[in-house]
């Protein structure tokens, strides 16, 4: 076989090609349109329970962190970048369009009043009837008919205060000085000009029609509009005035002047971000800046990815601390051919992003740029608590934060509770929904973080995948929102030992007031918010269903999880993206889609992605005292292993739940899983129902004492007549109702006796649409997070 042939860094990239650089050869990857270079048979997989062999020397040990399984995370997050970009652009588009519009209009009523001064004052000084009286030839008139001979400036006897009150009405403040000194008005142009003896002249006030119409449109041909008085302007001083005499002040009338004015308004229309002035004299549309930041960046695959995937980028750096990193970065940037938006940078990422929150101050001033980011991308090999703090100053108002852990053997078990809770502020919680607590305990980190500073931050996606989180959370300076943030931290209490329940507990309380036009609380348009502390406690010690120890946890984020409008915006661009880029697309949509409808239990945010800016398609905000009243979900199967049952399918549940009257749906976190806003006292008594009508436990399965036992006691001790349907008689009319999204429509009874329990498994199905991969298989053997890379030597 033929040995392959190398390229060399400048050669077009292209997959599996084997390339030639600084005395060593590479293999070329592609992932997306972009392309790295890693040393062949480079370990990109390890088996945990493998032990050094003599043939293994063959895989080399990672130089700099890659690993292939977290191509689904970095699919995600340019899609999802992508998405909330286009929404910020446009944002700052509306907003610049708005903002010149006003500065526009500002300059054209200040070239109107200048306008109709310079028309006033030339009939102000063409009517002076008294004789100018000069000496050697040489007179200096200024625009309030002082007189001057040889050089002595002295104010007129008479002043015609009927022309000061028309000069007042326009806005033009005048100001009377003593014998001797004369300040003209600040905002006209002075010509100096030399007499016949060579000394220098100022004359003050329209001395040509040209030089008055160059005053009106000085600004209107800074923006591309014709002028014909530029020739004029542009001529030498000597060339307008060579003769001692002055020239005679414009007679023209004012509407002459005020000609370029009207054609100056019409250019109010045209705003900078229609056109945009260049070098050869070209327009151009105005483009927007959009900055990201890859803080952690290993081989810049994330950084190249942006910059070739996202076209509205305007700037991206990739940033490490390792010198072995930045020289990998730096090669893939050649090899991409992005040098034009890709910046390499060595520098510790914490002390990076404080330094562009706080640059030096000698480099402030009117010319200042900043150097926040729109875009902060923290994906570390860990925890990303250390980071937090200076990415959320190095943002932009309304940016997106990108976080990603890796440590959910931390945030996501009680193994290491005092590990937890230093680095998050919370506690863990303990049962099958740990993965979700892991979730809410860094969103909780980052919002106590960044209500330090008056900043705001509001969840858009929220995933639990493989072995890590990854959360995209948009922060906003709103110290208004800020105050909401107690009202949406809870404590936990968890029957973790026993049957699994568990109770909420919030710390604040956001009630809402009436509003000043005396309507409701819910009515009023003009409603306001009071902030105080919530009631205490929210449970009991023990268990109120199977007196077991509970446990607490937090605190954590009760918010919702997720944005509605924003993870329908990546689903649509997700399913027109190319499936050669992004492999995992698939994936993509199953999982965004689960993600979606969880938010059915918080109706407030489900419904509040139905509503975008009546001017644009802008990216909705949640409202900032929505609360996940029901977080969290329960498995089935653990339910069933309490009260030593058979499991039912989750078909089965959710159709009982949605009969009774309650929302259920899945949770993206695990297959199986159910989360309702039913209370747990519904859903033990579904369980008991599911017990008694399909599947008795075998006597002698439980045993008093156990939490089995104790949730059992409380079964239905009288079986209601039914009819062949199973179903009671006196609510057959309830259980065929009308369902809406899945629910049904009729009143949630108050005691969970009285609900009439149906499984009906059709019900609880989902619609039938496209067919989804809504949880990831394992991908190959002996995947996962790998061991660190060996780094600088």
Known sequence: MATQQTASLQDAPATDQLVEHDGKTYQTIREGKAYILIPPNTRTSQNPQAKAKADDSKDVPQGVFYNPIQQFNRDLSVLAIKAFGEQLCERRRVQHKKDNGKQLAKKERKRQRKS?????????????????????????????GAQAVDGTVEHAQTEDKSGDAELRQIGLKRKAETQGAVEGDAQRAVKVRRADD???????GEATQSEATIVATEDVSAKGVPVQARADAEKPNEEIEQSGKLAEPAHEPAEQSNGVTEQAASMTDITSNEIQSSTNGQTQPWKPKFRILDALSATGLRALRYAAEIPFATAVTA???????????????????????????????????????????????PHHISGKYDVIDLDPYGTAAPFVDSALQALNDGGLLCVTCTDSGVLASCGYAEKTYSLYGGMPIKGGHSHEGGLRLVISSVASAAAKYGLAVEPLLSLSIDFYVRIFIRVTKSPADVKFLAGKTMLVYGCDAGCGAW????????????GKDGKGPHNSSNFLFKHGIAQAPSADRLCEHCNSKMHVAGPMWAGPLHNASFIEKVLEDAGAADKEIYQTIPRVEGMLDTALYELEVVPEAYNAGSSKDSTSELLS????ETVDAHPFFFLPSALAKVIHCIAPP???????????????????????????????????????????????????????????WKIMQAARKIKEATNDDGVAGKDVEAATEATVNGASTTQKPVDPKSINVVFDEVLGKDKPGKKLVRYQANPRENWGPMTRAKGSS
Not at 119 to 141: C, F, I, L, N, Y
């Open 116 to 144: 109709e001064v310079n028309g006033e004052k030339a009939q102000a000084v063409s009517g002076t009837d008294a004789e100018p009286r000069a000496a050697d030839g040489v007179m200096e008139v200024d625009e309030t």
């Open 198 to 204: 060579g000394s220098a002249l100022k004359v003050v």
């Open 319 to 365: 940033n490490d601390m390792d010198k072995n990193a930045v020289k990998s970065i730096r090669t893939h940037i050649e090899h991409n051919k992005l040098e034009k938006i890709i910046t390499a940078n060595h520098a510790n990422a914490i002390g990076h992003m404080y330094g562009v929150a706080y640059p030096p101050t000698d480099s402030h001033g």
């Open 503 to 514: 109770h909420t507990q919030m710390l604040g309380r956001n009630t809402r007031q009436t």
């Open 621 to 624: 905000k949640t409202p900032p």
């Open 650 to 708: 989750e078909a089965a549940v959710k159709g009982a739940l949605r009969h009774a009257g309650y929302r259920a749906t899945r949770s993206h976190c695990k297959p199986g899983s159910i989360k309702t806003d039913a209370p747990w006292s519904v859903v033990w008594e579904v369980m008991r129902e599911w017990v008694r009508q399909k599947h008795p436990i075998k006597e002698g399965a439980l045993k008093e004492g156990q939490a089995g």
